[in-house]
């Protein structure tokens, strides 16, 4: 560790519990940050979602470094979050878990930036109003490959999609 005190500030997180260590990560100081760096290593992935929630929220640049070098693509972990979508547009596209975000009612203006990278079965459970035009469009074209693109399941469930439903009966 760089920062002389972190290792005594380490020390005193030795063994914290998820909920301190999700605030911790919450913390925007330096050595908060780098102290999160140390706590994760090893960390489940269940575990580890939390606390990635919390330092996508972080507007620590430090903690940017720590979701890109987490074990996993830790951008599945994104919700309808503006700041988190913020941080997942700070992101390389191959580092993006676009399933996630193509299911993410609140990353609609992303996805239109990023046509190519739509996963279609994220999209089919996308709730958003536009998510649902969006794939009636491609429903539309007429190469026909759509329907094997979209998750029937998914859409199925999505309450937003019950009138395309209909209409595709």
Do not use: C
């Not at 996308?126 to 649902?132: E, H, K, Q, R, Y």
């Amino acid at each position: 560790l760089e920062n002389p005190y972190s290792s005594e500030l380490f020390d005193g997180y030795a063994g914290a519990s998820l909920g301190e260590i999700y605030s911790l990560a919450s913390n925007p100081s330096p050595q908060a940050v780098e102290v999160v760096g140390e706590l994760i290593k090893g960390m489940r992935e269940s575990e580890l979602s939390d606390v990635a929630h919390a330092l996508a929220r972080n507007p620590n640049p430090e903690s940017l470094r720590l979701l890109r070098n987490a074990e996993g693509a830790l951008t599945r972990f994104v919700v309808g979050n503006k700041k988190q979508l913020d941080f997942v547009k700070r992101l390389p596209p191959e580092e993006i878990d676009w399933e996630s975000v193509s299911s993410n009612p609140e990353a609609m203006e992303l996805l239109r930036a990023n046509p190519q990278h739509i996963h279609w079965g994220g999209l089919s459970a996308n709730t958003s109003v536009d998510a649902v035009e969006m794939i009636r469009g491609e429903l539309d074209r007429e190469d026909g490959g759509a329907e094997s693109r979209i998750d029937w399941k998914r859409l199925s469930s999505n309450p937003s999609a019950v009138r395309l439903l209909e209409l595709e009966m």
